[in-house]
């Protein structure tokens, strides 16, 4: 089990698109909810702009991989992931009024849920939608009234330098459950929804353990 704290700590994770949950915190998500320590998955942005064909149909594909995905993590489909239905790749600025009203219904998720610990992908992240998540997870935690942990964890992007950041490693998932879950999203892996992203191939060997960064000053 992740250790940061003496007590058990709720975590709820954000994710910039339907598969970095899978590809970032795939374990601590299996792990915190075994140990009925999981509060929710919260994706941010729509997922629409992996394919040139924007339709309503790639949305509701997405929405439904990344159900099929958490339910392959936690064994349940009791927790069905949230929405927030931010346009991706087109990520709101921190001030905007998007951004703003985000931060306050993540913030009340938190509340409504006692989550004591918020993993998000890192701030160093390549792409515009991992960096917008952490900056809006750094948002809530500052208006949420109460402490709030923030981990950051790596989708593309390589490990922070180790004076900056804290490393913790979560227990490692059985053998193959990350990978079942990762097949759960058919449009990112396959030609399943025409022309597109694909996940490269060395991508899809994951390790069976995440690492989580804790900022030593943010």
Known sequence: MVRIARQPLRWLVLAPHPDDETLGAGALIAQTAKARLFAGLVYLTDGSG??????????????????????????????????????????????????DRAARALAAICRRRRVDALAVTALHEPHCDHEAAARLAYAVRDIVGRPLLIAEYLVWAEAPAA??????????????????????????LTAAHGPGFRLPSERRRMPASDVLYLRRSM
């Open 50 to 99: 992996s394919h040139a064909d924007l339709s309503v149909a790639l949305v509701h594909r997405r929405k439904r991989e990344g159900a099929a995905a958490l339910q392959r993590l936690t064994g349940t489909r009791a927790q069905p992931p949230i929405h927030l239905g931010w346009k991706d790749a087109a990520p709101a600025q921190p001030g905007s009024r998007e951004f």
């Open 163 to 188: 004076p900056a950041c804290l490393a913790i490693r979560t227990a490692p998932m059985l053998i193959g459950q990350r990978r079942h879950a990762l097949d759960a999203h058919r449009s990112q």
